[in-house]
């Protein structure tokens, strides 16, 4: 019996060796797809596997760990994605054609000194979708601010039908119109 569990917990660590330490440990960057693509709920749940990626209903298990920077200036640096991201996000909600004009908006402004602002893959946006609630009861991390509960990606499903995130429920889906709000990001050349 002793052998049988000295063997279980053995194959325990192993697993959550591989599984669960930082990828930010590694000190290499996991990169993500930053192009936008239609997608199936199947290529998500794919998605979801491969990046180790929390969905409250189709990977429980997933524990994709960041590592958040604040910078200061309204932005949040992803260490372990290269990813910059606004802290804040959109003031409203809106569709996902006035997302885009949104981006523009963010460009033509140069938010935060950088004009390369663009609406997150679903890719992206799981990567900040963490299993356990935090701040404002939302399913991402403190850095963040809580009215985003809510943000569209650039991928979209089919005809009229975008996915987008919901930090509300911890969870990934695809929509046809609504108004949901934006946290835009970028990409930190290495």
Known sequence: MKRIIVSFL???????V???????????RIHLRSQAKQLSDKDVMSML?????FDRTKNKKGAFTNDFVDNG????????????????GSPDGMTWLQAK??????????FAGYADWRLPTIEELASLLKISRAKGNLYIGPVFSAKQEFCWSADIFGPDMAWYASFKAGMI??????????????????
């Open 10 to 16: 053995v194959t325990l660590v192993f697993i959550l």
């Open 49 to 53: 596997v491969k990046y180790n990626f």
């Open 101 to 110: 004009e949104y981006i523009n908006n963010l460009n033509r402004e140069r």
């Open 173 to 190: 889906r695809h929509i046809y119109h609504f108004y949901y709000f934006v946290r835009a990001t970028r990409s930190i050349p290495e």
């Open 18 to 28: 591989t599984l669960y330490i930082p990828n930010a440990m590694s000190g290499e």
């Open 73 to 88: 200036d309204g932005t949040v640096t992803d260490r372990a994605t290269g990813l910059m991201w606004q802290k804040d």
